[in-house]
Antibody
Framework: QVQLKESGPGLVQPSQTLSLTCTVSGLSLTSNSVSWIRQPPGKGLEWMGVIWSNGGTDYNSAIKSRLSISRDTSKSQVFLKMNSLQTEDTAMYFC??????WGQGVMVTVSS | NIVMTQSPKSMSISVGDRVTMNCKASQNVYNNIAWYQQKPGQSPKLLIYYASNRYNGVPDRFTGSGYGTDFTLTINSVQAEDAAFYYCQRIYNSPFTFGSGTKLEIK
């Protein structure tokens, strides 16, 4: 069956770079897009960006300057890198394929 | 940038009642809308895609409608397990913007 699983550090210092990995099984990255979505504690969902099946990317304009999404199709992994982190970037980070399949999310806290 | 506005922000409904919540897009999105249900501590679950198509296994008490800029999610005969947050999202074309959500409480 299809599974997506996020992994990465739970704690990041302010001004540092966040690196997250989404490991996908049961789904081909060359046939399916993967998005990153985040959700601050007690708040709503924010779409961050997508990597398309052809490897192209689109980003939320509000965070585009800080965000990069890439992938390794041989490992079936999608990566998120976001720099200049601030406390307001504290959130649960999800990866999802279309709307059907979501990971469980990984909580990231930005704090010194 | 497209903005998705959901209303109301919250509602409190009795079991068996019918509930309607709304999602308004700031520009024409045709039928490119999905609806999700999210319960505390869980990932969102897809309910409706392309405005009116019920996803696999979603009870038929959930119905989506609308086209263009105005969309509605209706739950007929609400059950206790429907207590959750509900989000709309533009799909098919990026940015895949989410609405701010509607909280459904059961009295």
């Amino acid at each position: 069956q299809v599974q997506l699983k996020e992994s990465g550090p739970g704690l990041v210092q302010p001004s540092q770079t966040l690196s997250l990995t989404c490991t996908v099984s049961g789904l081909s990255l060359t046939s399916n897009s993967v998005s990153w979505i985040r959700q601050p504690p007690g708040k709503g969902l924010e779409w961050m960006g997508v990597i398309w099946s052809n490897g192209g990317t689109d980003y939320n304009s509000a965070i585009k300057s800080r965000l990069s999404i890439s992938r390794d199709t041989s490992k079936s992994q999608v990566f998120l890198k976001m720099n200049s982190l601030q406390t307001e970037d504290t959130a649960m980070y999800f990866c999802a394929s279309k709307g059907d399949y979501w990971g469980q999310g990984v909580m990231v806290t930005v704090s010194s | 940038n497209i903005v998705m506005t959901q209303s109301p922000k919250s509602m409190s409904i009795s079991v068996g009642d019918r509930v309607t919540m709304n999602c308004k897009a700031s520009q024409n999105v045709y039928n490119n809308i999905a609806w999700y249900q999210q319960k505390p501590g869980q990932s969102p679950k897809l309910l409706i895609y392309y405005a009116s198509n019920r996803y696999n296994g979603v009870p038929d008490r959930f119905t989506g409608s609308g086209y263009g800029t105005d969309f509605t999610l209706t739950i007929n005969s609400v059950q206790a397990e429907d207590a959750a947050f509900y989000y709309c999202q533009r799909i098919y074309n990026s940015p895949f913007t989410f609405g701010s959500g509607t909280k459904l409480e059961i009295k």
